[in-house]
């Protein structure tokens, strides 16, 4: 049996929206490709922490392009400079794991679909030199600093002035595709969008989809978001356990008068926010690119200064969102929403903004790729042998 060309997806936990898993399924939905999918459990250990490490831990992966201003290889030139022998020893722990990851599954090429996993896979070829082409998928909306130009080979940006950008720090225009970013959503027509209402049991007021955090925001938008009664009904998804019982007390509070269900349940978050008028949300590219296939108006709730505030201003000047810098904006920003063609407007540009850009283009794209490597590139036995 012939065995079929394998495409190995490099992630790792600060990815937006599942990422990794929805392109596998758009790949293997294609039938010419197998996909294999690394997460920081296969490849990295976070039982030595080193200074590459630090720079880049959860939550903390834009300091390298953005706080530091490194690129991927003065971050880790430093972290050999200023760590001891057991910080490069596990420097050289994770670099053999991905190359003999490549070894055994020999892939056309390397999906890296984070900051981080394109800076650890880069260095890893750069080290135990293997010649695996390294495409890499930039979950934003602007170029962040230096360090977003890795050693890829190819990247895919969502829109054109990301491309300029790249162009301008010296990659090749011809390297650089404009594909939106891989995330779907489902469109319902009004009737559909009412009659699933009615099928979850919400109200027929408009429905307000609340993309909680994990902090006091969160309670803090909730209660108010109650505290205007039965104008407006709220769904409020939590990822966090432990902050249910905090914002279910908010709803029950006196004074909260509109309905509000909280949701822990990841396979409703889809569901639920296709039948909400409006959608409140930190900054997530996987929640606000499907508010914009789906025709939402969408609210940002990101205090000023926040490292996504590039991001935000670009998408506040394209009339994509609206941002509230301070929660209690969100309320004005709300019935804003709510009693003028606002969320007419904003509908329109999101679908025009993301008409072209799918899940199965991106797989198209992916499963058609050809190496833009010279053609003197060593054959795979010989890469094998050098690695």
Do not use: W
């Amino acid at each position: 049996m012939e065995r079929r060309p394998v495409i190995l997806i490099m992630t790792s936990t600060g990815e937006y929206g599942n990422v990794s898993r929805a392109v596998a399924e758009a790949v293997r939905k294609e039938g010419s490709h197998n996909v294999v999918v690394l997460d920081e459990s296969k490849y990295d250990s976070r039982t030595g922490i080193s200074g590459i490490d630090r720079l880049m831990q959860v939550g903390d992966e834009y300091k390298l392009v953005a706080d530091k201003r490194m690129t991927a290889g003065e971050a880790f030139r430093y972290d050999r400079a200023s760590n001891s022998s057991g910080g490069q020893r596990r420097l050289s722990r994770r670099n053999r794991r991905i190359a003999n990851a490549v070894k055994r599954y020999r892939p056309e090429f390397i999906l890296a679909l984070t900051p981080y996993a394109c800076a650890v896979t880069s260095e890893a070829r750069r080290k135990t030199g293997f010649f695996t082409d390294i495409i890499y998928v930039l979950n934003g909306f602007v170029v962040h600093g230096e360090g977003a130009v890795h050693d890829a080979d190819c990247y895919i940006v969502e829109n054109s002035e990301m491309k300029a950008a790249l162009v301008e720090r010296g990659v090749p225009s011809r390297k650089v595709m404009v594909m939106g970013l891989p995330f779907d959503a489902v469109r319902l027509t009004p009737i559909e969008r009412e009659a699933r209402k009615q099928e979850l049991g919400l109200p027929k007021t408009p429905t307000v989809f609340l993309n909680a955090r994990k902090s006091a925001d969160s309670e803090e938008l909730l209660g108010l978001l109650t505290d205007q009664g039965n104008i407006l009904n709220t769904v409020c998804y939590t990822r966090d356990i432990k902050e249910v019982a905090a914002l279910r007390a908010v709803a029950d509070a006196d004074g909260g008068g509109g309905g509000v269900i909280v949701l822990t349940k990841e396979d409703l978050f889809d569901e639920y926010l296709s039948v909400s008028d409006i959608v409140v949300t930190s900054y997530d590219p996987s929640v606000l690119y499907k508010c914009f296939k789906t025709g939402k108006s969408v609210i940002v709730a990101e205090r000023e200064g926040s490292k996504h505030d590039k991001d935000l201003e670009y998408l506040a000047a394209q009339g994509l969102i609206l941002r509230a810098a301070h929660n209690i904006d969100t309320v004005a920003l709300i019935y804003k929403l709510m009693q003028t063609d606002t969320a007419a407007q904003f509908a329109e540009k999101g679908e025009e903004r993301t008409e072209m850009f799918s899940l199965d283009n991106l797989a198209g794209y992916l499963t058609g790729y050809i190496s833009t490597r010279s053609e003197n590139v060593p054959s795979l036995s010989n890469r094998t042998s050098q690695s």
